[in-house]
């Protein structure tokens, strides 16, 4: 029987240049002695899809050899950073022309600038990005965070990319070890979701079926702001994982406090994919109310019960075959909230938020409590 491949995000490093308002991983960063060696990489399974993030993965001055260690086992491979290190990732991407990298840029100049408190990050990761797409690398893209401060930006930060033939990618605010954040939160949803819907529609309209399936995404967004519960059932840790610097496979990067399966650094795939501590980390997501909507979750739900967003996406085409938009409205929530059934303190009950929690980080004790 042909071997069940899976879906990974290697955490190569917990350290980051950035100064992210909605992240302080910044406070919490890995030692780099400590981060994950390529023969723990050499351990991993095989793959479909291979996620690599941080912290900053390009502060790793390896990661060149993590990413050819990684293709020997994985379809596809997706970059996140900053695009701070512009030499370092076009020399990466000459050498790995067919990988994908996505930029995280939080808005035009000032807001991103603003939000992610890196000098000129925005010039340099927008120089990035075309640099990439001058030496004709396809699979490069903005990752937007959408929260009220640049929800404005939203829109005219697409258009910027789909002009550039960029990919485009969102995502809204969470709280986790991972992000080592338990405050963060949209105020005012109404508006945030309003300029979700302006993009859901800019999707729709759009001629690319991957745009559309994009507009469902968004569209669970607007779901997941107001606190509802996940369009599709969450099965992180049955076919996806995440590992983190040090070794520590998880089934996801929303959860409060760390949650590992087992350690590949001292465990072979099979026996920590098998164990009964990785079971029980299953039944726990099972029962999770998180109600996360990241691409690193939702993604493999999208692949997997494919009809659902399928029906949404075939149902919005043929409206907008008949003059009929999307609206935000359609989301029962959306409605109660505007009629006034329901408070936006009950809301703010939904979200994971606790400005009294002490934020777990994930770190190894040895290196610190939360902060
Ligand atoms: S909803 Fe899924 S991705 Fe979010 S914390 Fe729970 S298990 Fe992880």
Not at 168 to 188: G, K, M, P, Q, W
Not at 227 to 242: E, H, I, N, S, W
Not at 327 to 332: D, G, I, R, V
Request: glycine content about 6%.
């Amino acid at each position: 029987m042909a071997e069940k491949k899976l879906n990974g995000t290697v955490i190569v490093t917990y350290r980051c240049n950035a100064r992210c308002t909605m992240c302080n991983r910044y406070k919490a960063p890995s030692r780099q002695e400590d981060e994950i060696s390529l023969e723990t990489i050499r351990k991993l399974p095989k793959m479909y899809f291979t996620n690599i993030t941080g912290g900053e993965p390009f502060i790793r001055t390896d990661l060149k050899e993590i990413v050819r260690e990684l293709y020997k086992k994985s379809d596809r491979i997706v970059i996140s950073t900053n695009g701070f290190f512009t030499d370092r990732i076009l020399d990466l991407a000459k050498e790995f022309p067919q990988i994908g990298i996505r930029i995280s840029i939080e808005g035009l100049q000032e807001t991103n600038d603003a939000i992610r408190g890196l000098p000129d990050g925005f010039k340099r990761g927008y120089t990035t990005l075309r640099r990439l797409r001058k030496m004709g690398m396809k699979d490069v893209g903005f990752g937007m965070t959408v929260q009220d401060i640049n929800a404005p930006d939203l829109v005219p930060l697409y258009r910027l990319s789909d002009r550039l033939g960029m990919e485009f990618a969102t995502a809204s605010l969470h709280n986790s070890f991972y992000f080592v954040e338990s405050r963060n939160i949209i105020h005012d949803r109404p508006m945030v979701a309003e300029n979700f819907e302006k993009l859901v529609n800019e999707l729709l309209n759009s001629k690319s079926p991957k745009k559309w399936f994009r507009a469902y995404f968004n569209h669970g967004l607007i779901n997941y702001i107001y606190g509802q519960k996940r369009l599709l059932p969450c099965d992180m840790a049955f076919d996806t994982f995440f590992i983190d610097p040090y070794g520590d496979v998880m089934p996801c990067n929303g959860t409060k406090d760390k949650e590992v399966m087992g350690n590949l650094n001292e465990q072979d795939w099979e026996e920590l994919w098998n164990s009964s501590r990785a079971e029980m980390v299953r039944r726990k997501v099972r029962c999770c109310d998180r109600q996360c909507w990241m691409i690193g979750s939702v993604s493999p739900a999208m692949h997997k019960y494919i009809w659902v967003p399928a029906f949404w996406v075939i149902r919005h085409k043929l409206k907008f075959w008949t003059k009929k938009k999307y609206s935000m409205y359609e989301l029962k929530i959306v409605r109660d909230y505007r009629d006034g059934k329901v408070t936006k303190e009950a809301l703010d009950r939904c979200s994971t938020c606790d400005l009294h929690a002490a934020a777990a980080n994930g770190l190894k004790e040895k290196q610190g409590d939360s902060v």
